[in-house]
Antibody, heavy 117, light 108 residues
Framework: QLQLQESGPGLVKPSETLSLTCTVS??????????WGWIRQPPGKGLEWIGS???????YYNPSLKSRVTISVDTSKNQFSLKLSSVTAADTAVYYC?????????WGQGTMVTVSS | DIQMTQSPSSLSASVGDRVTITCQAS??????LNWYQQKPGKAPKLLIY???NLETGVPSRFSGSGSGTDFTFTISSLQPEDIATYYC??????????FGQGTKVEIK
């Protein structure tokens, strides 16, 4: 049973880079025809897809965030990561990692990231 | 960009009621639509994929229909455990995804 777990700092200063990691267990990140993605949810608001990386390594980003987002994969650690640069208070949210084909059928529990000085 | 418009934004219904949520796409997305349930403090859960296919293990009181630009999500008989926010998600321009704004379902 595939499981995902987010990890990273819960507090990031404005203008700095938010960095999160998603650890995959119960399967190999490189052996499945999955998209591995990041989705966020600001407090009290809806879901926003940030970006995804295909098992082949190709990346895809939300156009509204593309200039600030980098998603990468570390197959040796069975992890994929999110970097969001130049953060502001508007980037405060619960960040989820998720996986699937055309739908995200496996989700991590989410991690709250607050942007504040 | 494809925009997804969900309605209503919230609703209140009695246990046993039939509940319907609609999702409209700004352009034809065929059947490339998923529905998720999110309970407070929890990650979203996939309920319906490809507009009308029930994910394994999901109760049959949940259903989805539609194609093109207009989609419907239905709970045939609302149960107390169905209190949640429901989101549609399109993937017509895969591999990018767009969520609707969400519909919060409460018990009257």
């Amino acid at each position: 049973q595939l499981q995902l777990q987010e990890s990273g700092p819960g507090l990031v200063k404005p203008s700095e880079t938010l960095s999160l990691t998603c650890t995959v267990s119960g399967g190999s990140i490189s052996s499945s025809s999955y998209y591995w993605g990041w989705i966020r949810q600001p407090p009290g608001k809806g879901l926003e897809w940030i970006g995804s990386i295909y098992y082949s390594g190709s990346t895809y980003y939300n156009p509204s965030l593309k200039s600030r987002v980098t998603i990468s994969v570390d197959t040796s650690k069975n992890q994929f990561s999110l970097k969001l640069s130049s953060v502001t208070a508007a980037d405060t949210a619960v960040y989820y990692c998720a996986s699937g084909g055309f739908a995200f059928d496996i989700w991590g529990q989410g991690t709250m990231v607050t942007v504040s000085s | 960009d494809i925009q997804m418009t969900q309605s209503p934004s919230s609703l209140s219904a009695s246990v046993g009621d039939r509940v319907t949520i609609t999702c409209q796409a700004s352009q034809d997305i065929s059947n490339y639509l998923n529905w998720y349930q999110q309970k407070p403090g929890k990650a979203p859960k996939l309920l319906i994929y490809d507009a009308s296919n029930l994910e394994t293990g999901v109760p049959s009181r949940f259903s989805g229909s539609g194609s093109g630009t207009d989609f419907t999500f239905t709970i045939s008989s609302l149960q107390p455990e169905d209190i949640a926010t429901y989101y549609c998600q399109q993937y017509d321009n895969l591999p990018t995804w767009t969520f609707g704004q969400g519909t919060k379902v409460e018990i009257k």
